[in-house]
T-cell receptor, first 115, second 113 residues
Framework: GQQLNQSPQSMFIQEGEDVSMNCTSS?????WLWYKQDPGEGPVLLIA?????ELTSNGRLTAQFGITRKDSFLNISASIPSDVGIYFC???????????????FGKGTLLTVNP | ETGVTQTPRHLVMGMTNKKSLKCEQH?????MYWYKQSAKKPLELMFV???????ENNSVPSRFSPECPNSSHLFLHLHTLQPEDSALYLC????????????FGSGTRLTVV
């Protein structure tokens, strides 16, 4: 099946530092989504991107839809302890075969923030 | 409260047991999904239902049997599972292709012994 390569797999940072993670693929995506998953919970949507080149912010979070439509990145500025969790990228493939609600997920980035 | 409720939150079952996972949403969504989340692997889509009709089965073994009696409820019936089936099973729902409203439940942590 289609794969999203998400990196890094994990990050250990100090409170206040900025963080960057990204997802790449050999396939073209119509939509990119970024989710955060806290321990014992399901993923929660952070940012949705719908257009190549789009740059969107949500508080301290900024995400961009790559111009080639094959990648996306997420930045977190001035990290705080509650940013701890697993961050997932997800995309909706250009050729979803009519299943326009089918998402492909990355493996996730585990973020640890040291106070 | 996410709007998608899954029960139970934790389940331990033997390989010869039969159990069921339940998912309920009151968001007015028409599509419901089962995902499997294993450590260090991407979320794996298992089944998709749209207006109670199954529209996708991603080559899931028959020991997993989904049921969708209406657009608000989704079940996953489990029987003769294997230890490698231990994982977090997530339910999600959406209003068709509205990805902004794609909402996950908290999951059922399943352990097969």
């Amino acid at each position: 099946g289609q794969q999203l390569n998400q990196s890094p797999q994990s990050m250990f940072i100090q409170e206040g530092e900025d963080v960057s993670m990204n997802c790449t693929s050999s396939s073209i995506f119509n939509t990119w989504l970024w989710y955060k998953q806290d321990p014992g919970e399901g993923p929660v949507l952070l940012i949705a991107l719908y257009k190549a080149g789009e740059l969107t912010s949500n508080g301290r979070l900024t995400a961009q839809f790559g111009i080639t439509r094959k990648d996306s990145f997420l930045n977190i500025s001035a990290s705080i302890p509650s940013d701890v969790g697993i961050y997932f990228c997800a995309g909706q493939l250009e050729n979803s075969g009519g299943s326009n609600y089918k998402l492909t997920f990355g493996k996730g980035t585990l973020l640890t923030v040291n106070p | 409260e996410t709007g998608v409720t899954q029960t139970p939150r934790h389940l331990v079952m033997g390989m010869t047991n039969k159990k069921s996972l339940k998912c309920e949403q009151h968001l007015g969504h028409n599509a419901m999904y089962w995902y499997k989340q294993s450590a260090k692997k991407p979320l794996e889509l298992m089944f998709v239902y749209n207006f109670k009709e199954q529209t996708e089965n991603n080559s899931v073994p028959s020991r997993f049997s989904p049921e969708c009696p209406n657009s608000s409820h989704l079940f996953l019936h489990l029987h003769t599972l294997q230890p490698e089936d231990s994982a977090l099973y997530l339910c999600a729902s959406s209003r068709g292709g509205d990805l902004l409203g794609y909402t996950f439940g908290s999951g059922t942590r399943l352990t097969v012994v």
